[in-house]
Nanobody
Framework: QVQLMESGGGLVQPGGSMRLSCTAS????????MGWYRQAPGRQRELVAT?????????IYAESLKGRFTISRDNAKRTVYLQMNNLKPEDTAVYYC??????????WGQGTRVTVST
């Protein structure tokens, strides 16, 4: 099973920016899709953004995050990035990287905590 290693979480002030990274341990069909979900305290895990390995990567975002969050991918490095700008306290959550094949179950990283606070 492919392992996913996340990095980049921490504390940031409201209005600040942060970039998360997630690297897969090896190239594999199971990393065709990669992306991010998040889970805030007391809430269900929700999609943040996802992107594919295809020539047209077709990123998909949670509607509420469009314009502030940008997902990108470096296939050579097996890494997906999440650039988060103009962060708000409600963005505070544990952010989970995931990967999956074209169709099939996903694998998950351990999560990285993002706290937006003064």
């Amino acid at each position: 099973q492919v392992q996913l290693m996340e990095s980049g979480g921490g504390l940031v002030q409201p209005g600040g920016s942060m970039r998360l990274s997630c690297t897969a341990s090896r190239s594999d069909p199971s990393i065709f899709r990669m992306g991010w979900y998040r889970q805030a305290p007391g809430r269900q895990r929700e999609l943040v953004a996802t992107i594919t390995e295809a020539e047209d990567p077709s990123p998909i975002y949670a509607e509420s995050l469009k314009g502030r969050f940008t997902i990108s991918r470096d296939n050579a490095k097996r890494t997906v990035y999440l650039q988060m700008n103009n962060l708000k306290p409600e963005d505070t959550a544990v952010y989970y990287c995931y990967s999956g094949p074209l169709t099939g179950p996903a694998s998950w990283g351990q999560g990285t905590r993002v706290t937006v606070s003064t």
